[in-house]
């Protein structure tokens, strides 16, 4: 599989593409005036306590109040408190938690009222962005994620990604990972550090140990509802997420962002520096490589599938609705149920595209065409699952419902990625309502009149629509002959297919259009 990333950078942000074998599989948009990036700490302060939720809410400078659940605390949250009490009270000196003493895990049947009260300042970090009309989601059990470690302070487990099945491999990187972690932090081993040595998995740890003493060092002067600490841009995280061997190449289409992102993957990748190219071209980057065209295909109500079936796609606040319609699709060599089943596989293709694609999370439910052969069913959910293995996003998927019906979970923590693929009819201006047709030759005449009296141009050529044209030349006296009669010259008429109906233009015979 050939995977190549297409970054496309403007003066409102970034957008990210990601290619495998020429198709889109995942576009990322990343604002410039985005302060609440998933991996964010800020300083909170707690508002409001909600019992009844066990939850709280916060104040980090969002229009509303960020949502932070007693589960979210983290079991270490006393710890971090105590962390945070200590250094804004400027009584201990050094960044680690070598000498630290680390409190009692929480109560994980505890309230939220035991643990924080109001007006308490606690660091939080988001754990989802802003989405409709809520505000951020917060988690206080801080980490620091890089390539291949996530650095999680106040704890000494070493956790590793059920993805690396090798119990050998499993056993090296804990050991590696043991000798040189600092006390007091725990670590999560990453998919991407299967097969790495011991100098890149350092190295990442050093990186990780140097974020977190940046952020105790800005936490003594730190504002409440203010970020003490920010991730990455969106281009560096993905990067630093996605990027592997498979990848070709990575194409920007700004120097200054080009050097950047050059410099980063030299630093965490140097032997894949090479695979980052910056795009000459005066054709706009997206629409070089298609993918201008492929968005406006795969977003919308609307999905067409190479064989002639379709998804309808409907999103509500609750939940994300697929129907699968085989449409056009004949069974002509095959029976129903065999022609259900291959409509219902190659949907599920482009459902596990379309999920990543969009972002779409929260829950999906997904109406396949029916089959009655409980075998065609669990293949079709065996196929739909394997087919989301590729999906980085956490997700769980429920076998067929008696309805037929199929139920995706997929985590959430970022908005839904929105394209509109409907354009501003040029006619109306999007008011659904054009001028009167019946004085659309009034208006024509009046300006040749202006044209040809008051201007005394001569030669000039009428461009309209292919109907009006038929409409002005009908007839033995046409609408044309009465012109010729009333001007004293013969007026050219032309035919424009891609006018709208009530469109018209005057062209001089110096070929120019005549601006009215």
Sequence with gaps: MVKELIIDSSPSGVTIALIEDKHLVELHKEQINNNYAVGDIYLGRIKKIMPGLNAAFVDVGYEKDAFLHYFDLGPQVQSLIK?????????????????????????????????????LVLPVQIAKEPISTKGPRLSSDLSIAGRYIVLVPFSNVISISKKIK???????????????????????????????????????LLDSVAKWESFIKKLPDAEPSKRVWGEMDRTSTLIRDILSTDFTNVYVNDTN??????????????????????????????????????IKNAFGKTVNLAGGAYLVVEHTEALHVIDVNSGNRT???ENQEENALQVNKEAAKEIARQ??????????????????????????FDHLRDLMMLDRAKHTILPPSKFGLVQITRQRVRPEMNIVTSEKCPTCDGTGEIKASIVLMD?????????????????????????????????????????????????????????????????????????L
């Excluded at 993957?265 to 993918?291: C, D, R, T, W």
């Excluded at 999920?355 to 079709?380: E, Q, S, T, W, Y």
């Excluded at 009296?453 to 044209?469: D, F, G, M, R, S």
């Design 355 to 380: 999920l990543r694609l969009r972002d779409m999370g929260g829950i999906v439910v997904i109406d396949f065409i029916d089959m009655h052969k409980p075998a065609n069913r669990k293949m079709l």
């Design 257 to 294: 962002l080009f050097e950047d992102i050059r410099s980063y993957v030299h630093e965490i990748s140097p032997e894949m520096e090479k695979i980052v190219k910056v795009y000459k071209h005066k054709e706009p980057i997206f629409e070089h490589f298609g993918i201008e065209k492929q």
């Design 166 to 204: 090798s119990n050998t491999e499993r056993n090296r990187l804990k050991k590696i990972i043991e000798s040189i972690k600092p006390k007091n932090f725990g670590v999560i081993i990453r998919t991407v550090s299967e097969g790495k040595g011991v100098a890149e998995l350092q190295k990442d």
């Design 331 to 333: 069974a002509s060599k």
């Design 443 to 515: 208006d024509i005449e009046n300006n040749l009149t202006y044209i040809l009296q008051e201007q005394n141009e001569k030669n000039i050529t009428l461009c309209v629509h292919p109907y009006i044209e038929a409409y002005i030349k009908k007839g033995l006296i046409s609408l044309q002959w009465k012109w010729f009669f009333k001007f004293g010259q013969r007026i050219k008429i032309k035919a424009v297919p891609s006018y709208n109906l009530t469109e018209f233009h005057f062209i001089s015979s110096k070929d120019e259009e005549i601006k």
């Design 83 to 119: 962390l945070t009490k200590i250094k804004r009270n400027g009584s201990v000196n050094g960044t680690l938690l070598d000498n630290f003493k680390l409190e009692e895990d929480i109560n994980k049947a505890g309230k939220i009222s035991e643990v924080v009260n109001k007006n």
